[in-house]
């Protein structure tokens, strides 16, 4: 499969992040993130502070990587149901693409998203979704399609 013939500047790709309650976890994912990560174009943490502690541990992640990456953050108005939240950002898209995440993950390897964005968009009539691999151990199940493509998106 090749990339080459993909529009780069096109193909945007968001991140969704849901977190609550995990101020540390989610200061970790995002470094993880811009460090390992290329093409993200923005970063949206929904998340739930259940007291002042959080919310101040939240306030300042969002100052720590001010002018480094686009990233806003997001209250839960509806104690811990994120879908009105994530309704409003789907419906007005930021990006082409969007990619779900929770706070337990540490970005270790690096990847371009833009070069996942291509592949979907070369891909379109045959991929619906596309999974990032978390661990060596993860197997595939359930998978629908008979045609399975394996893809290694790290850079040496």
């Known amino acids: 499969i090749s990339i080459s013939s993909c529009d780069r500047k096109e193909m945007t790709t968001d991140i969704i992040l849901f977190s609550r309650n995990r101020p540390m976890q989610t200061q970790a994912f995002i470094d993880s993130l811009i460090k390992t990560i290329t093409g993200i174009h923005k970063i949206w ?80 009539n045959d991929v619906d979704i596309f999974q990032l691999r978390l661990g060596e151990n993860v197997r595939q199940s359930g998978v629908k399609s008979q045609q399975v493509i394996l893809l290694n998106l790290s850079e040496p």
């Open 45 to 124: 943490v929904l998340m739930r502070a259940d007291d002042d502690i959080f919310q101040d541990s939240y306030d300042y992640i969002a100052k720590c990587f001010e002018g480094i990456v686009d990233i806003e953050m997001l209250p839960d108005n509806a104690h811990g149901m994120f879908g009105n939240t994530l309704h409003v950002i789907l419906a007005q898209p930021s990006s082409r693409y969007v990619i779900l995440c929770v706070d337990e993950v540490m970005w270790l390897r690096p990847v371009n998203i833009v070069d996942v964005a291509c592949l979907m968009e070369q891909m379109q």
